[in-house]
């Protein structure tokens, strides 16, 4: 339920606005593209980023048949003019609509949202409903602004009315400047920024305001699950800092939001079962990035979970998350 995907060619949206550092690809001789950030070198990919049959191919390897899809967030660009950000993000949720269209069995798609203007992504969300996508993949802050901001609730709401499901993925990561060493943004700021955007949207009320609203948080939930106690004990002990918004102990949210798998660790995932159980975690790789489970969870099937905690988290939590019968992929 957490992989990415870009179109193989897309317009080099820097070049069309004529500002800013988005992403464009840029082709290379042996099959790979270099994402561009402007003029500016991001990262090279691969044909399993765009190529959907190779992806299909990869996944039989693991015995998946369904991808949950979005686009990778750093094409989000919510730093972006609106209007230029709400085309952008139309291009790829097209994208991601007719793949899904072509392959039913084998994927279900995430749209995004130009995040920074409630009016546009509420517009883009009513569109995604009905080209076919089941829900919205968004970052773990909007320009800085934890997702608590009450210029975003108007957006949640939507989300809620349409039944669309909301995935948390962290980026822009904090104190991304004073440690790029060795990783440091992905290794520590992830988890980091994951749990920001959990402590945000409990502490400023949306989970409370809005029950209905399915919530995944990526990557295991960063580190808001194994840090739980120390932010419980400064809800009790500092109410007055914490507790400002919304009374209620956030340990009381558990099993109300959805986690994915990956902790690349058995002992690490039974700890974040046992606090929220099994119908609460997801099935999630991060495909095809080096940092996600590429195994798409082998070192689930090779512990000694139960067949039925196994089967919570490959399929029916998903399912449940996305609003979807399983019934329907048989």
């Known amino acids: 339920m957490h992989t990415h995907i870009l179109p193989k060619t897309m317009p080099n949206w820097t070049e069309k606005f004529g500002y800013g550092k988005f992403i464009h690809l840029e082709p290379n001789s042996d099959g790979s593209a270099n994402m561009m950030q402007g003029s500016n070198f991001f990262r090279r990919i691969v044909e399993n980023c765009w190529d959907e049959n190779m992806r299909m191919e990869e996944y039989q390897k693991f015995a998946t048949q369904v991808q949950v899809v979005c686009t990778i967030p750093v094409m989000f660009s919510y730093w972006a003019k609106p209007k230029d950000c709400a085309e952008l993000s139309r291009f790829l949720n097209d994208h991601i609509a ?11 798609g995430l749209g995004t949202v130009p995040m920074q203007d409630q009016d546009e992504a509420m517009k883009e969300l009513e569109r995604i409903k009905s080209i076919g996508l089941v829900g919205i993949q968004i970052g773990s802050n909007i320009n800085d602004q934890n997702l608590n901001e009450e210029e975003f609730f108007p957006i949640f709401e939507t989300c809620s009315r349409l039944g669309l499901a909301v995935m948390v993925h962290p980026w822009q990561m904090m104190g991304f ?3 790029k060493k060795y ?6 700021g992830m988890p980091a920024e994951t749990s920001r955007a959990a402590c945000s949207m409990i502490f400023g009320g949306v989970l409370e305001r809005l029950p209905n609203l399915r919530v995944c948080f990526s990557h295991a939930g960063g580190s808001f699950l194994p840090t739980l106690g120390r932010i419980e004990h400064g809800f009790n002990c500092r109410p007055d800092l914490v507790a400002v918004d919304n009374d209620i102990n956030p340990r009381n949210y558990l099993g109300k939001f959805w986690v994915d798998s990956i902790t690349h660790d058995i002992d690490a995932l039974k700890y974040i079962l046992r606090m929220q159980g099994s119908k609460r975690v997801c099935l999630g790789s991060d495909y095809p990035f080096p940092l996600g489970d590429l195994e798409i969870g082998a070192f689930i099937e ?3 979970l139960s067949q039925h905690e196994i089967e919570d988290i490959f399929c029916n939590a998903t399912m ?11």
Do not use: A, C, H, T
């Open 320 to 330: 449940e998350w996305l609003g979807l019968d399983k019934r329907y992929f048989l």
């Open 177 to 179: 400047d004073s440690m």
């Open 98 to 108: 007719e793949l899904v269209q072509r392959f039913p069995k084998n994927y279900i």
């Open 183 to 188: 990783w440091l943004p992905w290794l520590v």
């Open 302 to 304: 090779k512990s000694d």
